[in-house]
């Protein structure tokens, strides 16, 4: 038989009570006979799967338990039900029962002790006696701590051997001390980062060691990663083992064992593997930064050399009596090289609109630069609470203008009776949006980049003890 998901060989595991269950060693997942079940499930909402049942090879189907908060796949024909890693904790929460395989009516043996006073509530070197500075305590005062104990059941001896089985523990509600403290090791000159800290159990033994290893034993476990190298702790009671690893790609492993075809393609990101975004990332934010300080240079030594010199004021009214609505100002000169010339434009409207239409005009050559320019300010109260929008004064500024002799002639239109205004020109002013134009430039492949390494960062810590993005930020989102 194989497994539906990920079709890897199922392995027999007889349970208590003369209970054999299907098992796959690769995802985890378990299937389990109907009447197997000490308690009573009624699958709803059942829909079309892709999966076939290991068991007789029927067409199995999806469905929900305990009113959607659990979904699992139940065969058409032989009624069985396959739970993925994990749904065994699920259901057993679910149904209130710890042991849910057996015969039905049997006393629940392994049922957890009643929940001591918020008072006693033990501290986390209690509830991991592995990582206290003091002596640990014995095995099974620590299995029970983490809530699973070995049961008995069959063993064999020789090079592969299927033990004990025994029933996970449920690690829901467990406190691990490290992802507050977010502890960190230096070695040969790196920070490795802590990744994770868990609390493994010895559920499956196949294969040769060079140390005693059975199922059920405990053990407390820690990464921490400095790609490509990863560090981990594995303390027991007896002795603590630190191993030092480095990433390699599947291609290097592929070829080291001299295997034919393809490796199989990387699922995911590994702890410790490299960030391909790295260098990129470091090459192009260094240039960034380069050229940032570079167009803040630029801008300030162009101001330096700026003129920013005032030509002339005008201040001028309108009636919607006057006969002649444009005004012409007196003859100005514009000197220097060529550059800009800053207008603008301040009235005294009051919840009113002016548009102005203005052209400046050489007096040699009759050449105009027109453009015009609109201006509103209004204001109230509403529900107790004072309001305004838009502005009385305007700014536009006249690119490349030459030096010559200029006159300015302006037309208002407006809806109010009468306005006052003011019209003040600069020459050759210095333009901060310049140099924020060339910074926004300068950012896009920056943050591209960035963007990309750090996705590929989200990825790398998501099942850690330290995600970057977390549910409620993507409730938020």
Not at 38 to 61: H, Q, Y
Not at 206 to 228: H, T
Request: glycine fraction near 6%.
């Amino acid at each position: 038989m194989n497994c539906p998901k990920c079709h890897g060989p199922l392995q027999f595991v007889s349970l208590p009570e003369s209970v054999d269950i299907e098992s796959c060693p690769y995802c985890n997942g378990v299937f389990y006979d109907l009447t197997d079940l000490t308690i009573d499930l009624k699958v709803e909402n059942l829909m079309a799967s892709r999966f076939v049942c290991p068991k007789c090879g029927g067409a199995m189907k999806a469905g929900t338990l305990y009113q959607g908060k659990l979904t699992v796949e139940q065969c058409g024909a032989c009624q069985g039900i396959w739970l993925d890693v994990g749904e065994v904790q699920k259901l057993r929460k679910l149904s209130g029962k710890d042991k849910i395989v057996g015969k039905r009516g049997a006393p629940d043996v392994d049922a957890p002790p009643a929940p001591k006073p918020a008072s006693a509530e033990p501290s986390p070197a209690q509830r991991w006696p592995s990582l206290a500075p003091a002596a640990a305590a014995p095995l099974a005062a620590f299995a029970d701590q983490i809530g699973a104990r070995p049961k008995p059941g069959k063993e064999r001896a020789g090079k592969q051997a299927v033990a004990r089985a025994y029933e996970p523990p449920d690690c829901g509600d467990w406190n691990n001390p490290d992802i507050s403290r977010n502890p960190r090791i230096a070695h040969d000159g790196r920070s490795h980062l802590h990744f994770q800290t868990s609390r493994p159990m010895v559920s499956y033994v196949l294969g040769e060691f060079n140390w005693k290893v059975a199922v059920g034993d405990l053990a407390a476990a820690r990464d921490f990663v400095c790609p490509p190298y990863i560090i981990s702790e594995d303390r027991t009671e007896e002795d603590t083992t630190w191993s030092l690893g480095e990433y390699m790609e599947p291609r290097e492993i592929w070829e080291a064992f001299r295997m034919e075809g393809d490796p199989p393609p990387k699922v995911g990101v590994a702890p410790a593997q490299p960030n391909p975004h790295e260098d990129s990332y470091n090459s192009v934010s260094g240039g960034f930064w380069i050229m940032a300080a570079a167009s803040l240079g630029i801008f300030v030594l162009a101001a330096m050399f700026c003129q920013n010199k005032k030509i002339q004021d005008f201040s001028l009214r309108y009636d919607v009596t006057d006969t002649e609505k444009s005004r012409v100002t007196f003859p100005f000169d514009i000197t220097g090289r060529t550059s800009n010339v800053r207008v603008r434009i301040n009235t005294d409207i009051d919840n009113r609109w002016a548009y102005f239409s203005m052209a400046l005009i050489n007096t040699r050559t009759d050449e105009a630069l027109d453009f015009g320019r609109e201006v509103g300010y209004y204001y109230g109260v509403e529900d107790g609470e004072s309001w305004s929008e838009g502005s009385r004064r305007d700014t536009v500024y006249l690119p490349s203008v030459r030096p010559g002799n200029y006159y300015l002639r302006v037309e208002p239109e407006t809806d109010a009776s009468g306005i006052n205004y003011n019209i003040d020109l600069t020459r050759d002013v210095p333009r901060v949006s310049y140099m924020f134009y060339a910074w926004i430039l300068l950012s896009l492949p920056f943050l591209w980049v960035w963007w990309r390494r750090r996705s590929f960062e989200v990825s790398r810590w998501a099942e850690s003890d330290h995600p970057w993005v977390t549910e409620e930020d993507d409730d938020d989102d």
